[in-house]
């Protein structure tokens, strides 16, 4: 275990948010006519689950040789916490475990690091603008694994956790590799990784962070372009060749607050000016932008997704109302249940769409989006669940999961029965009307 350090607590600046909730829906990287590339995967980052909320996300660099650097960078914004006096100031303590098991089960590798965090003014500690964001990495042999990233609030054992598979790569096979495709913000007058989707809203841009690997001075062409989906036709688009010797560095700025709410698709290229058309490297990832303020665009007006919260008489006014009517419709729907009636924002209309946004991107299922599988619609109606049980090797049974809301007295059970991820929900008495 590494020896405990404080950590570094950051305010930023306030104001409304464009979230970019990053749904991997396809991502694919050929090399062509030089034979196939290493698998990669661009990950946007990954919500918790449990009573501590917390983001990550995990970019994967040259380690020693043979071996492959993982880092896994988090958010934590610091109301998850509980701080108890300390003297004239208010401190927190935490963990964060960072665990990998190879396909049968064993654990490969991992570690554990403890923080402190202080304050002098309580007050400050329920506000979501202030964060702990850090990097923590060990390094592992290519291969497949299960990573599963634990935090822990050391003074009230509450617990919050991601747990998802993830493939090494070996950055040493190719003349050519990428490494470390991951968000940024500028911070504190530098660079910290940014795993918590949450950008816009006078925050300043984001950075596409990378690094190119060569076997020795080479002149590499790399492409970005960011292409609105609905809209069709390329809203960003830049190409530079840079010269790489051994390891190379790229940032890249994407402003979210010039981008409308939306999908999008992010593409990066990667390849040697000598061999035009030959990509060593070509990911595709489909993301999305999302003001709450506007609701979540084409999903909004969507009559099927609201029938999770709408009553069937709001839904038959809804159905039945001319376009320019159904507009003053969903205004008043969400008008009635504002908790803060008199503000600008609308906690319950956000909420739910911002809901919608992270059950696409957790339980999409080929074209079909997340919110329509049964998980995605317990997700919008209840939220994260409080504890989730995950059953994915069972010998006599198909793969299930079991998911705790403490605070409705309700527990449900999802089960893979045909072995295609689509997880059926068993027990469908218990989710109310």
């Given at each position: ?56 996300q995990a970019a994967q660099f040259r380690g020693e040789p043979g071996r492959t650097r993982v880092e896994i960078s ?360």
């Amino acid at each position: 275990m590494e020896g405990e350090r404080p950590g570094a607590i950051r305010e930023l600046s306030k104001g409304g948010f464009v979230r970019l909730s990053a749904a991997l829906l396809a991502a694919s990287l050929t090399a062509a006519a030089i034979g196939r590339a290493p698998s990669y995967r661009f990950d946007p980052g990954e919500a918790s689950q449990g009573s501590i909320r917390f983001y990550a996300q995990a970019a994967q660099f040259r380690g020693e040789p043979g071996r492959t650097r993982v880092e896994i960078s988090y958010v934590l914004p610091l109301e998850n916490l509980q701080f108890l006096i300390a003297d004239t100031a208010y401190q927190a303590r935490y963990t964060l475990s960072v665990l990998l098991f190879d396909r049968s089960g064993r654990q490969a590798g991992g570690d554990s690091w403890e923080r402190r965090l202080t304050v002098g003014d309580y007050a400050s500690i329920g506000k979501e603008h202030l964060i702990n964001a850090d990097t923590l990495g060990l390094e592992m042999a290519p291969g497949r694994y299960r990573l599963k990233v634990v935090c822990t609030d050391n003074n009230s054992e509450r617990q919050g956790m991601i747990e998802r598979p993830l493939e090494v790569g070996d950055l040493f096979e190719r003349p050519l590799a990428l490494g470390g495709i991951r968000f940024e913000r500028s911070l504190d007058g530098g660079f910290s990784p940014w795993a918590q989707k949450t950008y816009g809203g006078g925050l300043g841009p984001v950075s596409l962070y990378l690094r190119l690997y060569s076997a020795g001075p080479d002149t590499v062409v790399l492409g970005f372009r960011l292409e609105g989906m609905e809209r069709g036709g390329g809203l960003l688009e830049a190409s530079d060749t840079v010269a790489v010797d051994g390891v190379r560095e790229i940032r890249r700025a994407i402003d979210p607050d010039s981008l409308p709410a939306g999908g999008y698709r992010l593409a990066v290229t990667a390849g040697l000016l000598s061999r035009p058309g030959q990509p060593f490297y070509q990911g595709v990832e489909e993301v999305r932008v999302q003001n709450p303020g506007s609701g979540g665009g084409e999903i909004e007006s969507s009559l099927e997704v609201l029938r999770y919260v709408a009553g069937r008489k709001e839904i038959r006014q809804l159905e039945r109302a001319a376009p320019g009517e159904r507009d003053s419709l969903l205004e008043a729907f969400w008008r009635e249940r504002d908790p803060t009636p008199g503000t600008v924002r609308n906690e319950a209309r956000d909420d739910f769409y911002l809901r919608v946004a992270e059950a696409n991107r957790k339980f999409s299922l080929g074209i079909r989006s997340g919110w329509r599988t049964d998980r995605g619609r317990i997700y919008i109606k209840y939220g994260p669940p409080d504890d989730i049980e995950r059953h994915p090797f069972e010998p006599e049974y198909p793969s299930y999961e079991i998911w705790d809301y403490y605070a409705d007295g309700v527990r449900f059970m999802f089960m893979d029965t045909h072995g295609y991820g689509d997880y059926r929900l068993m027990n469908p008495k218990a989710e109310r009307k």
